[in-house]
């Protein structure tokens, strides 16, 4: 009878801290917008073949009058208007159209639950196809969100005519980079940025238990204090802080909630991969490192890009380690 009597105590009680448990990591449901309760709907969007949708915002020249057709993938924390900010002159005399989207989960683009690599890849491939830009265009990504153009690159390569990954975030365990230089790269990070990487790639269902948590290593990125060494970057940083447009960036990006939005973009990017993109190999392959300047950078800099992105493909300023 006694041993029944434990029994009797120790299974409530694992049942109820498995019940805790799952709780605890699960994540609040997304808010979708338009749905009661959710953000409103502002921007255009489509709808893509699984019933989801993804906003878009078209600048630059019209399609019809277009040398050069650019879809544009945002890195962390960005959102839809992410394109080249580059003068109206500029963008008629080079007669560019461009078109940024929201990636699945940010902004007003609904969440993917089963977002990955090859998703993200599809996603801007079945915007391009429903705006009509024709059998190929051109793929600009920044930062972390060039994880959507390596895919566009090895899952449609048919469809892009060519592509510029600028300041392209690396996954440190992709096999085509030399171990020691990976693990190199790995140590000098912030200790919470490589708890947040090694939990998106070992144990990535706790992600956002983890990240909620005040007493546990957490990343930089998504506290918006990420050490940035270049230094127009931090001044940069500190004037959108002073002026309200960076967390006004950052609300915009995680409205639906921070775990369909920022949570999956490190578990897509940095978690398992299907290919490695150091496998990949593009007709042409360009590598340009931009130089910070204060003034006359737009032209040379969007020059630069379209350059290389009709080129082949290019990557500009070197591989980051970390998340932007």
Same mark, same amino acid.
């Given at each position: 009878m006694g041993g029944g009597g434990k029994g009797g105590v120790v299974q409530p009680a694992i049942g109820s801290m498995a019940n805790w448990l799952y709780k605890a990591v699960e994540p609040?449901?997304?808010?979708?917008?338009?749905?009661?309760? /959710?953000?409103?709907?502002?921007?255009?969007?489509?709808?893509?073949?699984?019933?989801?949708?993804?906003?878009?915002?078209?600048? /630059?020249?019209? %399609?019809? %009058?277009?040398?050069? %057709?650019?879809?544009?993938?945002? /890195?962390?924390? /960005?959102?839809?208007?992410?394109?080249?900010?580059?003068?109206?002159?500029?963008?008629?005399e080079l007669g560019v159209y461009m078109v940024g989207f929201d990636r699945a989960g940010y902004g007003e683009s609904d969440p993917n639950p089963n977002r990955s690599v090859r998703s993200a890849a599809s996603d801007l491939t079945e915007l391009a196809d429903a705006l009509d830009l024709g059998p190929k265009f051109y793929l600009v990504g920044f930062s972390l969100g060039n994880h959507a153009v390596w895919g566009a690159l090895k899952y449609f390569p048919e469809r892009i005519a060519g592509a510029a990954l600028l300041a392209p975030v690396i996954n440190y365990r992709w096999p085509g980079f030399p171990r020691d230089l990976a693990d190199e790269a790995y140590s000098k990070q912030e200790l919470g940025d490589q708890w947040a990487l090694r939990v998106s790639y070992y144990a990535p269902s706790i992600l956002h238990w983890w990240t909620e948590q005040s007493w546990l290593p957490t990343s930089t990125a998504v506290k918006g204090t990420t050490y940035l060494p270049n230094k127009l970057d931090q001044e940069l940083r500190t004037r959108s802080i002073a002026d309200g447009s960076f967390d006004k960036r950052r609300q915009l990006a995680t409205q639906q909630g921070i775990y369909e939005s920022f949570y999956r973009d490190m578990k897509v990017m940095f978690g398992k991969w299907d290919f490695d993109p150091m496998d990949l190999s593009p007709r042409r392959s360009l590598s340009t490192y931009g130089k910070?300047? %204060?003034?006359?950078?737009?032209?040379?800099?969007?020059n630069d890009t379209l350059q290389a992105a009709t080129a082949g493909l290019i990557t500009t300023n070197s591989l980051r380690p970390g998340i932007s």
């Open positions: 609040a449901p997304p808010r979708i917008c338009g749905s009661e309760g /959710g953000p409103p709907v502002t921007a255009q969007r489509i709808q893509l073949r699984d019933g989801r949708y993804l906003a878009y915002s078209e600048s /630059g020249v019209p %399609k019809d %009058k277009a040398r050069l %057709k650019i879809v544009f993938s945002h /890195g962390f924390t /960005g959102n839809r208007t992410d394109t080249l900010r580059a003068s109206q002159e500029l963008v008629e910070a300047t %204060k003034t006359g950078s737009c032209r040379s800099c969007c």
